[in-house]
């Protein structure tokens, strides 16, 4: 079965600081990954996801994450964070082997500081 | 606008009661998944209904089972509940049960005295 490790579980930050959160996943084969995102009072919605090719992959509201097959990590990153940046942050992967259900990380939790 | 529906958005019950929450999905969506999320937790498999049929499930027991109609809604049913069931119940929906991302809900707080 898979599994998805989310290292940091409260990041503070001022304005304009770079953002990194580190998503871990275990499962030997292919996978597919998520990184959704659920701001104060929202529903939890897609910030980017990667399937193949480029391991860069680009999201909504300048947020980027790299897939490094040979360390199964997929981290999102920013360069420079917003106060509305503030939310929960979750990692999640689904695979063929699992059917396509997607497993979720525990989520971290960023506050940014005007 | 999340475009998937449910309701009600806050339950009260007691212990050993039972309670139905239900989901509309989005629009063009045919797959409905139901997740479970504690307080300080990332959301948890529950199951997966499509065609009117469960399809997949999570590591749930028994007293927790599904329905989907014939327009694609799912309603969510937990029997004898527990203090532990007290949690965020999110409705998830896809246009397929492949890989495609999901789209969810504002979810149920469901709290059990």
């Known amino acids: 079965a898979q599994s998805v490790s989310q290292h940091n579980h409260h990041v503070i930050l001022s304005e304009a600081a770079s953002l990194e959160l580190g998503c871990n996943y275990s499962?030997?084969?292919?996978?597919?990954l998520f990184w959704y995102v659920q701001y104060p009072g929202q529903h939890l919605q897609l910030l980017l996801k990667?399937?193949?090719?480029?391991?860069l992959v680009k999201g909504i509201k300048g947020f980027e994450a790299e897939f490094i097959k040979s360390k199964f990590s997929f981290n999102l990153r920013k360069p420079s964070v917003q106060w509305s940046d503030t939310a929960e942050y979750f990692c999640?992967?689904?695979?063929?082997?699992?059917?396509?259900?997607?497993?979720f990380g525990r989520g971290t939790s960023l506050i940014v500081h005007p | 606008d999340a475009g998937v529906t449910q309701s009600p958005t806050h339950l009260i019950k007691t212990r050993g009661q039972q309670v139905t929450l239900r989901c509309s999905p989005k629009?063009?969506?045919?797959?409905v998944s139901w997740y479970q999320q504690a307080l300080g937790q990332g959301p948890q498999f529950i199951f997966q209904?499509?065609?009117?049929?469960?399809?997949q499930r999570g590591n749930f027991p028994d007293r927790f089972s599904g329905h989907q109609f014939p327009n694609y809604s799912s309603e969510l049913n937990v029997n004898a509940l527990l203090l532990g069931d007290s949690a965020l119940y999110l409705c998830?929906?896809?246009?397929?049960?492949?890989?495609?991302?999901?789209?969810f809900g504002n979810g149920t707080r469901l709290t059990v005295t």
């Open positions: 998830a929906s896809s246009p397929d049960r492949n890989r495609s991302p999901l789209h």
């Open positions: 629009s063009g969506h045919d797959t």
């Open positions: 999640a992967v689904n695979a063929p082997g699992g059917s396509y259900i997607p497993t």
């Open positions: 209904y499509y065609e009117e049929e469960e399809r």
């Open positions: 499962y030997g084969g292919t996978v597919n």
């Open positions: 990667y399937f193949s090719g480029d391991p």
